[in-house]
């Protein structure tokens, strides 16, 4: 079992940054791919990015790419996701996810664990 609790989320202009992290208890982090994924108002869950367990390959949905930057210190059990040039449809609840399995997906069904989700919403 693991438990992820995610922070950082928050009211911000369109353009500005946010740092989210998901720290893990419970079991190794290493030995977990982590993701985030989010959703907003009225839509589907939807993939944001993805890290492998020691952190050296990573994934982006392409509404993200170039903008969000994820990443993972293992030493502290805990993923992150830095989010710059903040726009308004990325307004939505934001979940760090685990995965016990080596190969990284972008398939939140692939999850075993997940948090309980952080707002955040970009006003335009």
């Known amino acids: 079992q693991v438990q992820l609790v995610e922070s950082g989320g928050g009211l911000v202009q369109a353009g500005d940054s946010l740092r989210l992290s998901c720290a893990a208890a419970?079991?190794?982090?290493?030995?977990?791919?982590m993701g985030w994924f989010r959703q907003a108002p009225g839509k589907e869950r939807e993939f944001v990015a993805a890290?492998?367990?020691?952190?050296?390959?990573?994934y982006y949905a392409d509404s993200v790419k170039g903008r969000f930057t994820i990443s993972r210190d293992n030493a502290k059990n805990t993923v992150f996701l830095q989010m710059n040039g903040l726009k308004a449809e990325d307004t939505a609840v934001y979940y760090c996810?685990?995965?016990?399995?080596?190969?990284?997906?972008?398939?939140?069904?692939?999850?075993?664990?997940w948090g309980q989700g952080t707002q955040v919403t970009v006003s335009s």
């Open positions: 996810a685990g995965r016990q399995w080596s190969r990284v997906s972008i398939h939140g069904n692939d999850y075993d664990y």
């Open positions: 419970g079991r190794t982090f290493s030995n977990y791919v």
């Open positions: 890290i492998s367990r020691g952190g050296s390959d990573t």
